[in-house]
């Protein structure tokens, strides 16, 4: 018998432009990074080696849909 296990993959959704990403980091992190978008901004203006992969793009969509709902959402 094979056991199957699905991995869950988390990302944000945008409800308004109905657009998702997939940044490869865990639901905690995205929720980090949605809670406190103000504090890496701050870090991206002064990083010198720049945020990780995950948070620029995370950064990038929170950005592009500013006022829009955004809901971190998971899929398997």
């Known amino acids: 018998m094979t056991k199957q ?6 990302g944000y959704f945008c ?10 980091a865990p639901r905690s992190e995205l ?6 978008i103000h504090v890496v901004r ?3 203006k002064h990083s010198q ?3 990780d ?8 969509f929170l950005e592009e849909h500013r006022d829009h709902s955004v809901l971190v959402v998971t899929k398997s």
């Open 31 to 36: 929720a980090w990074l949605k809670d406190r």
């Open 42 to 44: 701050e870090v991206a």
């Open 15 to 24: 409800e308004d432009c109905e657009v998702s990403i997939w940044p490869a």
């Open 53 to 60: 992969i995950w948070m620029a793009d995370g950064l990038a």
């Open 5 to 10: 296990t699905s991995r869950m993959t988390a």
């Open 49 to 51: 080696g720049g945020l």
